[in-house]
């Protein structure tokens, strides 16, 4: 497999269910689909934990969104799913852990194709400054707990804390970079040079297909803060942007999303942007805008939010 070589050679490798990797899934899937058997727990579970035990790992981590925008719309539900999956993994012998995580707001500011890959690479390019200030709190947070669960189940540093801390050091030295950069041109990725003035010199960078034609300004009606009360509408406004599938033969439009530029819990002001709707398509303004409309709710007073990692169970 291609893939087994780029992770020999490369050491990381980003890669999704095949005729070669559990093959019947996508088939047992179909059925499911067929049969109204989606939801059941059981099934989510073997289906997830299958593709992942084929593929020869030993050690597992698994972060199971909970909220709005993910599968898992309540925590019990959540905590079934991770349970089921994690006995699976220990009967096959693997070293598991589950991170329960938010998404009762969309994980980071950008949401879409090219854009949520422009958004990590800002990211493994920030500064110490910029890492600290709030701009990445819910990506930082979310994923420095993975990846220093990835570092302890390896026997790499079993101080989670410690961890974290030499997550970031490999972020500022342009190290995690150089490693993402790595990634992307053994997966056939295509890379050119841009000089970045922050950092003084000239970098390589994955060529994205971002090239929308238009962006919509979506503004706040009153004053008060900000809430997202149904994430899963902005899965919806950005399918229907054309930035995800409705069926499977629908062609996606990579360049599409949004940049928010407010989250939940911040304060704004009447006219104030929320954020930037990124379109080719004019026609599609007008379901998009209604289904953000669902999404978002301006509140009074500022309400309690939930930790952006919400449990870790082994």
Known sequence: MDSLRILNNVGA?????TTDLAAADKKIYAL?????TVPSVSLIASSIMSKKIASGVDKIVLEVMCGSGAFSKNENFARELSEKMLAIGKEAGKGCVAIITNMDQPLGRKVGNALEVEEAMEFLLADRE?????????LKEITYELVAHMIRLAGKGNDTYE????????ILNGKAYSKFL???KAQGGHTRGVYMEHLGKSIDVPVLKNNAKYMKEIKADKEGYLKYVNTEEIGNALVEL????????DEIDLSVGFILKKKTGDKVKQG????????????????TTKCISKALKINAEKELEKPHVIDIIE
């Not at 499911?32 to 109204?36: E, H, L, S």
């Not at 910029?130 to 819910?138: H, K, Q, R």
């Not at 104030?272 to 379901?287: A, H, P």
Request: glycine residues 10%.
């Open 182 to 184: 790595e990634i992307v």
């Open 163 to 170: 961890n974290k801390k030499r997550i970031e050091e490999v």
């Open 242 to 249: 054309g930035g995800g599938r409705n069926k499977k033969e």
């Open 130 to 138: 910029l890492l600290n200030s709030g701009t990445y709190a819910d």
């Open 32 to 36: 499911r689909d067929v049969t109204g």
């Open 13 to 17: 490798c980003m890669i999704t269910q």
């Open 272 to 287: 104030e942007t929320i954020m930037q709707m990124i379109f080719n398509d004019k026609d599609k303004v007008e379901k």
